[in-house]
T-cell receptor
């Protein structure tokens, strides 16, 4: 079956530091890949996505590249802000699995001023 | 557009009680989902629906029931609440976006405690 593995947190950074969150996946088909963000007390919001190999998703200064050869979709941001403190979830959807989302366990990021 | 709305926001149940978590979306999405999120964990799929009148089990369906009589509404029913069902419940809906991916939109969640 499908699975998503992402680095455990919490990740604690200072403002303006570089952030990277590793995500690797296992899928039987050709999945689409997503990063969702959950701010405290809220539901999940789509941050970015990529639908095929070598696609780069980007939004709000975050980027992730779909790497089929390494089955990875690492999230990066060059200069984080306090407002980026949240839990980040990597996920995949696969037509072979009925387009249901499979989530990683989430990575909590805390940015200190 | 309100997006995906869920009620109630919070609820405390006693063991053995029943309740229905409501979910409504106004985006005319065919697909709808129910997830639970346990503390410090990712989301697990309970049930999903690909359209009115069609539902199917997800990863953790035991103890829950759903119905989908309209495109807009997808209520989740707990018949005999147990402490193991203490969790935050998220409803989501999705459509077929560009590139063939199904982007999911989430509601704000219902925090349920069973004591």
């Amino acid at each position: 079956g499908n699975s998503v593995t992402q680095m455990e947190g919490p990740v604690t950074l200072s403002e303006e530091a570089f952030l990277t969150i590793n995500c690797t996946y296992t899928a039987t088909g050709y999945p689409s890949l997503f990063w969702y963000v959950q701010y405290p007390g809220e539901g999940l919001q789509l941050l970015l996505k990529a639908t095929k190999a070598d696609d780069k998703g980007s939004n709000k200064g975050f980027e992730a590249t779909y790497r089929k050869e390494t089955t990875s979709f690492h999230l990066e941001k060059g200069s984080v802000q306090v407002s980026d403190s949240a839990v980040y979830f990597c996920a995949l959807s696969d037509q072979a699995a009925g387009n249901k989302l499979t989530f990683g366990g989430g990575t909590r990021v805390l940015v200190k001023p | 557009n309100a997006g995906v709305t869920q009620t109630p926001k919070f609820r405390i149940l006693k063991i053995g009680q029943s309740m229905t978590l409501q979910c409504t979306q106004d985006m005319n999405h065919n697909y709808m989902y129910w997830y639970r999120q346990d503390p410090g964990m990712g989301l697990k799929l309970i049930y999903y629906s690909v359209g009115a009148g069609i539902t199917d089990k997800g990863e953790v369906p035991n103890g829950y029931n759903v119905s989908r009589s309209t495109t807009e509404d997808f209520p989740l029913r707990l018949e005999l609440a147990a402490p193991s069902q203490t969790s935050v419940y998220f409803c989501a809906s999705s459509y077929l976006a560009g590139g063939g991916s199904y982007e999911q939109y989430f509601g704000p969640g219902t925090r349920l405690t069973v004591t």
